[in-house]
C-alpha cells in the first residue's frame, strides 16, 4: 500500500503565478514531511521540510502547509519561475528499529513552468 | 566538495552477471542510504547503514546485497544481475535520521539488464 500520495501526475502554471503540489499520507506516526526537487539526470535535492507539530513553513518562495487532521501536505511556490521546472517528491519520515528514521517517497509532481 | 559521488554512472549488464555500485560521500555523514526509482514510482529503500560496519534492510531488499566497511563508502551488489532490476540507483547520506534531517543525494547510477 502506497503511504505516501501525490495524485497529479503534472502540473503546469505560468511564470509568476502560484504553483500548488499535493501531497497525501495514511501513516499517522509520520513526523516530518520534506520536499525533494529532482532535475532530470540529477539526484533529488532537498527544498524545505515541516514537522509533524506545525502547521506552515516558510523558506523565500517556498512554502510548506501541513493539514494533519486531513493528512495532507501542500507546496506552495510563489512566485513560479522557469527554473522550478522539476519533479517535485513529497517524503515524510518515519522511525524504524533502532531509533533512526527513513524516508517514505511519493511518486512525485512534475512541475512545467511556461515562460 | 563533491558531497555524494556515485560510480558508476551508467552500466549494461547481462542477465546473471554481477557487479558492484560504489557510493562515496565527503560529508562525514555516519548514515548512508541505497534507493532504486523506476519509471513512474518514487523512490524505495533497497538497504541503509546507520554507521560504519552496520546495514540493515530497507522496503525492497532481495537480489541485493551491501556493506559498509568505511565510513565514506557504502557499496549495493548485485550477485546476478535479473531484468527486473532494470533501474535507476540513489546513493544519499545524511548526518543524523532524526528529526527530520534531509538527506544528500547522489547523481544516480542507470543500470539495464538485457
Same mark, same amino acid.
Given at each position: 500500500?502506497?503511504?505516501?500520495?501525490?495524485?497529479?501526475?503534472?502540473?503546469?502554471?505560468?511564470?509568476?503565478?502560484?504553483?500548488?503540489?499535493?501531497?497525501?499520507?495514511?501513516?499517522?506516526?509520520?513526523?516530518?514531511?520534506?520536499?525533494?526537487?529532482?532535475?532530470?539526470?540529477?539526484?533529488?535535492?532537498?527544498?524545505?521540510?515541516?514537522?509533524?507539530?506545525?502547521?506552515?513553513?516558510?523558506?523565500?518562495?517556498?512554502?510548506?502547509?501541513?493539514?494533519?487532521?486531513?493528512?495532507?501536505?501542500?507546496?506552495?511556490?510563489?512566485?513560479?519561475?522557469?527554473?522550478?521546472?522539476?519533479?517535485?517528491?513529497?517524503?515524510?519520515?518515519?522511525?524504524?528499529?533502532?531509533?533512526?528514521?527513513?524516508?517514505?517517497?511519493?511518486?512525485?509532481?512534475?512541475?512545467?513552468?511556461?515562460? | 566538495?563533491?558531497?555524494?559521488?556515485?560510480?558508476?554512472?551508467? !552500466?549494461?549488464?547481462?542477465?546473471?552477471? @554481477?557487479?558492484?555500485?560504489?557510493?562515496?560521500?565527503?560529508?562525514?555523514?555516519? &548514515?548512508?542510504?541505497?534507493?532504486?526509482?523506476?519509471?513512474?514510482?518514487?523512490? !524505495?529503500?533497497?538497504? &541503509?547503514?546507520?554507521?560504519?560496519?552496520?546495514?540493515?534492510?530497507?522496503?525492497?531488499?532481495?537480489?541485493?546485497?551491501?556493506? !559498509?566497511?568505511?565510513?565514506?563508502?557504502?557499496?549495493?551488489?548485485?550477485? @546476478?544481475?535479473?531484468? @527486473?532490476?532494470? @533501474?535507476? &540507483?540513489?546513493?544519499?547520506?545524511?548526518?543524523?535520521?532524526?528529526?527530520?534531517?534531509?538527506?544528500?543525494?547522489?547523481?544516480?547510477?542507470?543500470?539495464?539488464?538485457?
Amino acid at each position: 500500500d502506497q503511504q505516501v500520495k501525490q495524485n497529479s501526475p503534472s502540473l503546469s502554471v505560468q511564470e509568476g503565478r502560484i504553483s500548488i503540489l499535493n501531497c497525501d499520507y495514511t501513516n499517522s506516526m509520520f513526523d516530518y514531511f520534506l520536499w525533494y526537487k529532482k532535475y532530470p539526470a540529477e539526484g533529488p535535492t532537498f527544498l524545505i521540510s515541516i514537522s509533524s507539530i506545525k502547521d506552515k513553513n516558510e523558506d523565500g518562495r517556498f512554502t510548506v502547509f501541513l493539514n494533519k487532521s486531513a493528512k495532507h501536505l501542500s507546496l506552495h511556490i510563489v512566485p513560479s519561475q522557469p527554473g522550478d521546472s522539476a519533479v517535485y517528491f513529497c517524503a515524510a519520515s518515519a522511525m524504524v528499529q533502532g531509533g533512526s528514521e527513513k524516508l517514505v517517497f511519493g511518486k512525485g509532481t512534475k512541475l512545467t513552468v511556461n515562460p | 566538495n563533491a558531497g555524494v559521488t556515485q560510480t558508476p554512472k551508467f !552500466r549494461v549488464l547481462k542477465t546473471g552477471q @554481477s557487479m558492484t555500485l560504489l557510493c562515496a560521500q565527503d560529508m562525514n555523514h555516519e &548514515y548512508m542510504y541505497w534507493y532504486r526509482q523506476d519509471p513512474g514510482m518514487g523512490l !524505495r529503500l533497497i538497504h &541503509y547503514s546507520v554507521g560504519e560496519g552496520t546495514t540493515a534492510k530497507g522496503e525492497v531488499p532481495d537480489g541485493y546485497n551491501v556493506s !559498509r566497511l568505511k565510513k565514506q563508502n557504502f557499496l549495493l551488489g548485485l550477485e @546476478s544481475a535479473a531484468p @527486473s532490476q532494470t @533501474s535507476v &540507483y540513489f546513493c544519499a547520506s545524511s548526518y543524523d535520521a532524526t528529526g527530520g534531517q534531509p538527506q544528500h543525494f547522489g547523481d544516480g547510477t542507470r543500470l539495464s539488464i538485457l
